[in-house]
């Protein structure tokens, strides 16, 4: 395209050397900006204005319909700070991410590992671990909604045939969060253990092959070699199940839809309430700008924390 | 590779762009009319469907776009339709606070000039059935669905089995309560996940304990009128008293209504007596024909010294209200599909399906639907229910602190003050 030698060159010795720079840094920019450009577009549209709309409704008193509503400033958030049940869905969404992390992973892990061991043989497992997270949450949560049914359950038919008294799963401020969150792990422990499965497949097997040769244990083998080559996929699972519970929405608010009395209420399903079922979409919009602050900050503190340990290491 | 992505994602964009344009492109069109409701059951599907059908007949070119829409998700999605300024030309509500949130918005279309210049097709109707839908004088919808007041539902054979009578008033409710317990039955079943379950207790007792005027001077924020109110507290201790009798089923708190917990109760003889709408006896028939025959009814009990008539009911004169948005091209066309909607022809079908329409001189062959008809002719009022009522926000309030009255986590007292709180802060 550009002919150091055209005749054009000679006609005027000392070209503008703009419209080259321009043209160098057009190239430069062209295809990225033309690729990226959807992506961008996509992005402002379903991402960032929908971001700073829910901030910018958070400081109006509205119900979402008609013109305007009235501008509140601050309210809201003060509102917020004062509102035991976004308090209590808060510690319930930490509560599932606590829970998440000390019982899903540490499963799934185990999984992994057996089935990993097990070879071949262990497809048919593997298929069967699989399937609850192919299920879809609703047609879940109405199956668990029935076994954990006091009076036609069967968990606690088999507790009364050995003569105990079944506690009430859902109805039970107690146990309405744990029962579902029970629930919730066992649906996404399958997730975990194929994420662990992956990377338990990239580890060399000569290495386990030669430890074993020199004498180590399998639980040696587990603990000092094969869990720190898994070192950067738990960190990878942790901040998933982390970030996860903590928008955690659909189970909850199937099975019990934050009740009884909020006792298993999460952000996500006391904003859906707010704004849908007592029409405040201001103060529901503060709750979700809330919890988006939450989780941001929550995954920021996360990824530096494992970012020190990638140094440290 | 790279220009097809691009080319893929430009198509993606554009297509995008074009559903957006499309529900605008057929707002356009005056001679087409969309129409939203909740009624996915089959049944009620049909008869919508067939007084569309002559409507469509009778006015040919014109074309009502219908969308049946499960009840939960129907309240979401009506409620995003109007946030975005674009509601179905009809639609359907319970009447009452949210509908006058749609009202206030400005995009409900007033019905009162269009029921003025039809008196034929006004007149047919009980004016008390407009109540829920009058909000200052002025009629924003028309009921087109049943006439349900909650009563209380019994096992007549479980009842026949421990000679048992229905109670009449409280003492007997509680000694009623009492043989079923001894002999291990559950008294009453109750799915209170749901939250308007519980409340029609506490709707009940607050009546009887005071007549309906406790609640109307507390809504209208009377002097005197109050949430706080003696009647109200009085209803949270009944209530609790109820609890620590035992009288629910256990997991009551937990038990979601919709799949039916409350109901697999009654069917399986665990226990004896549900308090739920009139509607509850179709829904029997319809999953089990056997048990439909053991299945009565009484109404809810008197309390001995208290001020409300014992005949009052709590529920709702007609249901499904059918309203026309603003958003209508041409709502006297609207009107009129609306009128195909609740003409005769629909009314009587609707009572062949065991449902009462709240239309002047219905006679119905039905004993069933008879003794319902009747409760409503000898009822001196007719409470709607506080959480369609109330306003939304409100309501919310009204059916959390009452879930927490069965949950016995808060005091009656205590519950009766939130509301009041509450309501200071909504109602003006």
């Known amino acids: 395209m550009a002919e150091t030698g055209s005749p054009r060159r000679l006609v005027s010795p000392r070209p503008p050397p703009v419209p080259s720079a321009w043209r160098a840094a057009l190239t430069r920019w062209l295809a990225p900006t033309v690729f990226l450009a959807p992506a ?132 039970d401020r107690r146990y309405a969060l744990l029962s579902v969150i029970a629930v919730i792990c066992w649906q996404n422990i399958p997730f975990y253990m194929l994420l662990f499965l992956a990377a338990l497949a990239a580890f060399p097997r000569e290495q386990g092959e030669a430890a074993f040769l020199d004498g180590a244990t399998q639980s040696q083998i587990f603990w000092r070699i094969k869990l720190p080559h898994l070192r950067g996929t738990v960190r990878t699972a942790v901040l998933l199940s982390v970030i996860g519970s903590l928008r955690y929405f659909d189970l909850i608010f199937v099975m019990t839809g934050g009740g009884p009395e909020s006792a298993s209420e999460l952000m996500s399903t006391y904003m859906y309430r707010t704004v849908f079922a007592s029409f405040q979409l201001g103060y529901g919009s503060t709750i979700a700008s809330a919890m988006f602050l939450v989780v941001t900050a929550v995954a920021a503190v996360a990824l530096r924390l494992s970012k020190r340990f990638e140094t440290e290491v | 590779m790279h220009p097809g992505f691009v080319a893929r994602v430009g198509a993606m ?12 492109a057929r707002a356009e069109d005056a001679q087409a009319i969309t129409s939203w409701d909740i009624r996915t059951a089959a049944p009620w599907a049909k008869l919508v469907d067939d007084s ?174 109050s949430f706080a109110g003696p009647a109200f507290v009085e209803a949270g201790k009944r209530i609790q008293q109820l609890v620590k009798l035992d009288a629910f089923a256990q997991g009551y708190n937990g038990l979601d209504y919709d799949i039916g917990a409350s109901r697999k109760l009654l069917y399986s003889g665990k226990a004896a007596m549900e308090v739920m709408g009139a509607w509850e006896a179709i829904i029997v028939q319809g999953e089990n024909p056997e048990f439909s025959k053991k299945l009565d009814f009484f109404g809810f009990p008197a309390i001995p010294g208290g001020k409300g008539d014992p005949t009052n009911l709590v529920g709702t004169v007609g249901d499904q209200f059918i309203s026309i948005s603003t958003a209508c091209k041409d709502p006297a066309l609207a009107f009129k599909a609306l009128e195909t909607m609740t003409d005769d022809a629909s009314v009587q079908a609707r009572l062949e399906g065991k449902q009462l329409v709240p239309v002047k001189g219905l006679n119905p062959s039905d004993p069933y639907l008879k003794r319902v008809a009747e409760l409503f002719s000898k009822a001196s009022s007719v409470q709607l229910w506080y959480d369609q009522e109330l306003p939304p926000k409100l309501g919310e309030v009204h059916k959390d602190t009452v879930q927490a009255l069965f949950g016995l986590s808060l005091t009656p007292e205590a519950a009766a003050q939130q509301m009041e709180e509450a309501a200071k802060a909504e109602l003006h």
């Open chain 1, 40 to 171: 961008v577009a996509l992005l402002l549209v379903f991402l960032v204005y929908p971001l700073l709309s829910s901030f910018q409704l958070s400081t109006l008193d509205w119900n979402g319909l008609g013109e305007g509503g009235k501008p509140v400033g601050l309210g809201n958030w003060l509102r917020l700070a004062h509102d035991e049940i976004f308090w209590r869905s808060l510690r319930n969404n930490f509560l599932l991410a606590g829970l998440s992390v000390t019982f899903q992973l540490p499963t799934s892990m185990v999984l992994a590992v057996v089935l990993d061991e097990a070879g071949r043989g262990s497809r048919f497992l593997k298929i069967a671990y699989f399937l609850p997270l192919l299920m879809s949450s609703v047609a879940l949560g109405v199956i668990f909604k029935n076994v954990y049914d006091p009076t036609f359950g069967p968990i606690n038919a088999f507790l009364e045939a050995i003569h105990l008294h079944g506690p009430d799963w859902l109805g």
């Open chain 2, 13 to 24: 964009v554009c297509s995008a762009s074009l559903c957006l344009l499309a529900p605008m």
């Open chain 2, 52 to 225: 569309v059908a002559r409507f469509e007949k009778a006015n040919p070119g014109v074309k009502v776009e219908q969308s049946h829409v499960l009840n939960d998700a129907y309240k979401s999605k009506l409620k995003i339709a109007f946030g975005a300024k674009q509601p179905p030309c009809l639609f359907t509500t319970w009447g009452g606070g949210p509908l006058r949130e749609y009202v206030k918005s400005g995009q409900v279309v007033e019905l009162t000039p269009f029921l003025e210049k039809d008196k034929a097709y006004t007149d047919r109707f009980l004016p008390v059935g407009f109540k829920s839908v009058t909000f200052g004088g002025k009629i924003y919808g028309v009921p087109a669905e049943n006439t349900s007041p909650a009563v209380v539902f019994y096992n007549k054979e479980i009842f026949a089995k421990y000679g048992l009578k229905p109670p009449a008033d409280w003492d007997e409710l509680l000694k009623v309560i009492e043989v079923l317990k001894k002999n291990g039955i559950a008294p009453f079943a109750l799915a209170n996940k749901n939250k308007w379950t519980g409340s029609m207790y506490y709707m009940y007792l607050v009546d009887r304990l005071a007549g309906p005027e406790a609640f109307r001077a507390a809504v209208e924020r009377q002097p005197g009128g």
